[in-house]
C-alpha cells in the first residue's frame, strides 16, 4: 500500500536507507566481487556470507569482510546503530513521498523570499500537494538526476515553478543571499548533479543519490562505481566537516559524521580504474 507523503523536519530522526546487507552487495558490484570471489579474498567461508547476507549480522563477520570490499571495518561493524545527528534548521524541510513500497525525498529551502526545491518526488502530485500546504510559491527547481522516483512530479509543479534551473558543472546561481553551486556526482547515473548551497547559517548540499548516510547510490559496474567514490571525495567529502547533506533516500547527515561512519567513504578504497572517456549523454545505470 502506498504511503501518504509526510513533511519532516531536517534533524527529525529516520532509520538509513540501506541496511548492512545492502551495502554490502553494493560494494560486491562495485568491486566486481560474487560470493565466492569475496570467500576466496577474505577469511570467511561462502556458507558465512550467505548467512550474513540473510539477515545474519555479527561485528565479526563485517569486520571480516570489509577490508576485501574496500569497506571501513568500525563502519561496517557499527552501521546497525548509526544515526546521524543534524541541528534544526527551520528554513530546510524534508519532503518524505512516497515511491512504490518505499519512499524518496525532495528538500524545500526557504530563505526570505526565496524558495528552492530540490527533485519532484515520483507521483503526478505529491511533492505540489506538499509544497502547496506550505504556502511555498514561485518555485526555483533543480534535479539531481533523472530517475523516475526524482522527477514524476514535475508537470503538477510547473504552476507554482518560477524556473527550473540546469546550472552548469562549478557554475554558481545567486537567488537572493544564497548562492547555488553544481557540483559533479556522476557515478550512480551519468549525469548526476549535487548542489552546495551557501548564504545559509551553515553550508548546505543536496546529494540526490550519490550519497545516503551510511551508504551511497548503487552503481551498474566498477567504473561507474569508482566514478561515483572519485566524485563524492572530490565534490562533497572536501566541503567543511560541519556542512549538512540532503540525500535522495533516507536522513540528513553531515561530512564529518560520513568521513567516521559511512563505510564506502571512511574506507580504504580499490586502486581508482582507468580514466575513460564517457559520453555524458549516455546512461550507465537505472539503479536506484
Ligand atoms: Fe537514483
Known amino acids: 500500500m502506498m504511503s501518504a507523503p509526510i513533511l519532516s523536519r531536517l ?15 553494493k560494494a560486491m558490484r562495485g568491486m566486481g566481487l560474487d560470493i565466492a570471489a569475496l ?3 577474505s577469511t570467511v567461508s561462502v556458507a558465512e556470507i550467505e548467512r550474513f547476507l540473510g539477515g545474519n549480522f555479527s561485528c565479526d563477520m563485517a569486520r571480516a569482510v570489509a ?16 544515526r546521524p545527528n543534524v541541528p534544526i534548521m527551520h528554513s ?4 518524505v513521498l512516497p515511491f512504490e513500497k518505499d519512499q524518496v525525498n525532495a528538500w524545500l529551502i526557504r530563505d526570505e523570499d526565496q524558495a528552492l526545491l530540490f527533485d519532484t518526488g515520483y507521483l503526478p502530485d505529491s511533492a505540489a500537494t506538499l509544497v502547496s500546504l506550505l504556502g511555498a510559491a514561485d518555485l526555483n527547481l533543480f534535479l539531481t538526476h533523472d530517475h523516475r522516483d526524482h522527477v514524476g512530479g514535475i508537470a503538477a509543479l510547473r504552476p507554482i515553478l518560477k524556473k527550473q534551473h540546469m546550472v552548469p558543472l562549478g557554475q554558481t546561481v545567486s537567488l537572493g543571499s544564497l548562492q547555488v553551486k553544481c557540483i559533479d556526482l ?13 548564504g545559509l547559517s551553515r553550508v548546505i548540499c543536496v546529494t540526490g543519490d550519490a550519497l545516503f548516510a551510511g551508504s551511497i547510490g ?3 559496474d566498477q567504473f561507474t562505481y569508482q566514478m561515483a567514490l572519485r566524485n ?38 580499490a586502486k581508482p580504474a582507468p580514466e575513460e572517456e564517457v559520453n555524458p549523454m549516455k546512461k550507465r545505470s537505472n539503479f536506484f
Open 186 to 198: 556522476a557515478g550512480h547515473c551519468i549525469p548526476s548533479w549535487g548542489y552546495v548551497i551557501e
Open 232 to 269: 563524492i571525495r572530490q565534490h562533497v567529502l572536501s566541503l567543511p566537516g560541519d556542512t549538512i547533506l540532503l540525500p535522495g533516500h533516507g536522513p540528513a547527515t553531515t561530512v564529518a559524521q560520513e568521513l567516521r561512519r559511512n563505510p564506502f567513504v571512511s574506507g580504504k578504497t
Open 218 to 220: 548503487g552503481c551498474a
Open 67 to 82: 577490508p576485501s570490499l574496500g569497506l571501513n571495518a568500525d563502519a561496517m561493524a557499527t552501521l546497525p546503530v548509526y
Open 39 to 41: 570467500a576466496a579474498e
Open 11 to 25: 534533524s527529525d530522526p529516520a532509520p538509513l536507507e540501506d541496511d548492512v546487507t545492502l551495502v554490502m552487495r
Open 92 to 95: 530546510v524541510s524534508r519532503l
